[in-house]
């Protein structure tokens, strides 16, 4: 599993790793709304939000 990995490369103490691992995941999020997301939908078009009635 993947946690164990990260859990086990995180250096210090347990209360260290937590807030470690807690900025590790609000960076990825972070990066993920600042790049990601916007390149996709630019890149795949996915702008239009209307939904068609079905007849």
């Known amino acids: 599993m993947i946690f164990p990995a990260v859990w086990n490369v995180l250096p210090g103490p347990a209360w ?28 795949f078009d996915i702008q239009d939000q209307n939904v068609e009635a079905v007849p």
């Open 16 to 43: 260290l790793r937590v807030i470690l691992l807690i900025a590790l995941i609000l960076a990825i999020v972070a990066a993920l709304f600042h790049w990601v997301y916007p390149w996709f939908s630019v890149t």
